[in-house]
């Protein structure tokens, strides 16, 4: 999920219920991890970019750090990791990401962490998702500055130096990352809070809820039970 960047404009999921949506994206991730097929997988991929068609710009670059996770593997391959294990484990990935970007990203955070307490998640795991997903972004946008700061007050020249400031950054962030929730839970245990934040989305199962669940879970079983050996 990106703040102000890399955003879906549409979300081609609106009307169907926020818990059917975690629970249908749990199934086909569930069933894209563990299946061996090459072609269920590419079929799925292919499936995931027809409702993404109109957003393949983002949606291409969203993938791009996902597949440079996958490179590591490719990397692996001279020195005894087969060709064919590359292949479905980076087409595994790039199921399971399309898969989330179209179930889950364009869901809300408060929609999400609803969701996850409806379906009797751990209530303070849901609180600390929703501290972590608001404060990375903080932190993120806190090295972006200095960052930008550090390169126009054009720092001494040298590899060296250079990796030292980047050093001295991250160090200052996480410092005051540290400091700054120590004075958060403070004030937020000040002022009452017990650790569970409050279900703030109204939920309505309906029939067409039931009928996606279920076609995710048979389409889920059928993939499993016909592509895993």
Do not use: H
């Not at 995931?48 to 597949?67: D, K, Y």
Request: proline share 3%; hydrophobic share 55%.
């Amino acid at each position: 999920m990106y703040l102000d960047r890399l955003e879906y404009k549409k979300d081609f999921l609106y009307p169907i219920d926020k818990r059917c949506r975690f629970l249908s994206a749990a199934l086909l991730i569930v069933a894209a991890v563990y299946t061996t097929s090459a072609a269920a997988l590419s079929a799925a991929i292919l499936l995931c970019l027809l409702p993404l068609s109109r957003e393949l710009r983002v949606t291409f670059l969203r993938l791009i750090p996902v597949n440079t996770m996958t490179a590591a593997l490719w990397l692996t391959v001279p020195f005894g990791f087969s060709m064919e294990s590359a292949v479905i484990y980076t087409l595994r990935i790039n199921a399971a990401a399309l898969l989330y970007m179209i179930f889950i990203i364009p869901m809300s955070v408060s929609a999400l962490a609803s969701s996850m307490t409806k379906l009797k998640a751990p209530e303070k795991l849901v609180s600390l998702f929703i501290l972590s997903y608001r404060y990375i972004f903080l932190l993120a946008e806190r090295v972006r500055v200095m960052l930008v700061s550090m390169r126009l007050r054009a720092p001494e020249s040298g590899t060296f130096r250079l990796w030292r400031s980047f050093a001295a950054v991250f160090a200052t962030t996480t410092a005051r990352a540290v400091f700054r929730s120590q004075k958060v839970s403070l004030a937020m245990v000040s002022r009452g809070f017990d650790g569970v934040f409050p279900v703030t989305v109204t939920f309505k199962w309906k029939a067409r809820d039931t009928v996606l669940l279920a076609i995710c879970a048979c389409v889920s079983v059928f993939t499993l039970y016909f592509s895993v050996k």
